[in-house]
């Protein structure tokens, strides 16, 4: 299974963007997925999961991010507006083959490289 983010860039504070995850190698509908960051110094967290039927569930981005997915393109994105320095990091999604919300990186089965956001003051 691949995953393949792209999207990432420099951005200033205030602007949007979107991320997209590409999958290949599995039914793209079977999967969970998943967003995490990770900043420098930092553990990697949690930011957003959408379910198999579109369930969305979020952390204290809630209000500014937004997860979607499109089954026919099996690629999921994640909407990022109303950007600030503090999102600044790389960003991570993931798959995976359990059945119910998670926001723990060990639950996920499958994870892309990584796309740098970078939000300057």
């Keep these: 299974v691949q ?13 949007s963007l979107r991320l997209s ?17 990770q900043a420098p110094g930092k553990e990697r967290e949690f930011v957003a999961y959408i379910s198999r039927s579109g369930s969305t569930t979020y952390d204290s981005v809630k ?19 109303s950007l600030k320095p503090e999102d600044t990091a790389v960003y991570y999604c993931a798959a995976g083959l359990f059945n119910y919300y998670s ?4 639950r996920y089965d499958y994870w892309g490289q990584g796309t740098q956001v970078t939000v300057s003051s």
């Design 103 to 106: 926001d723990k990186t060990d």
């Design 63 to 81: 209000g500014r991010f937004t997860i979607s997915r499109d089954n026919a393109k099996s690629t999921v994105y994640l909407q990022m507006n």
């Design 21 to 37: 995850c590409l999958v290949s190698g599995r039914t793209f509908g079977n999967l969970v997925m998943g967003w995490f960051r």
């Design 3 to 15: 995953l393949v983010e792209s999207g990432g860039g420099l951005v200033q504070a205030g602007d």
